[in-house]
């Protein structure tokens, strides 16, 4: 068995710190940009939603759209037919900010691409894209209060 999910833990934690620390001038703390990418390419989400997309639960979810709120970078808006439903919207502040962890992730694409060919960018995206979608079945189990048999 190789250690690729290590490596793959590696580069997250690393790419990630370098978020964070970047992003501080912004005001985003902790992985916010994440957060607040997702609802800029996809307004109207609902929480529930989000985290599904992230792959977070619910309650990390809540901690991190009330951050987001409550620095001015995205709002809520009720649902026309169910008030209970609120839908995330990017402010302005959150659109600009946006532009900033876009223009930082095709840098770190870029460097951590280095040297590759295209079609070696491909071939990782699609392994990735396949590995992401096995552990999405796991989560999804777990999630729902199962647990794995090792």
């Known amino acids: 068995m190789t250690d690729v999910l290590r490596e793959v833990g590696m580069i997250a934690r690393a790419l990630d710190s370098i978020s964070n620390i970047e992003f501080r001038q912004l005001n985003l703390t902790k992985g916010q940009y994440l957060y607040l990418a997702r609802i800029c390419e996809n307004p109207g989400i609902i929480q529930e939603q989000l985290g599904e997309l992230i792959m977070?639960?619910?309650?990390?979810?809540?901690?991190?759209v009330k951050r987001?709120?409550?620095?001015?970078?995205?709002?809520k808006k009720a649902d026309l037919t169910n008030k209970?439903?609120?839908h995330l919207h990017p402010t302005q502040t959150g659109l600009e900010?946006?532009?900033?962890?876009?223009?930082?992730?095709n840098y770190s694409t870029c460097v951590a691409l280095h040297d590759f060919t295209n079609q070696e960018q491909e071939q990782l995206e699609r392994l990735l894209t396949r590995v992401r979608k096995n552990v999405a079945i796991d989560w999804e189990f777990v999630k729902k209060g199962n647990h794995r048999q090792y």
């Open 68 to 75: 987001l709120e409550t620095t001015g970078f995205i709002i």
């Open 97 to 105: 900010a946006y532009q900033t962890v876009i223009r930082e992730n």
């Open 84 to 86: 209970k439903i609120k």
């Open 56 to 64: 977070v639960d619910r309650s990390t979810v809540i901690r991190a």
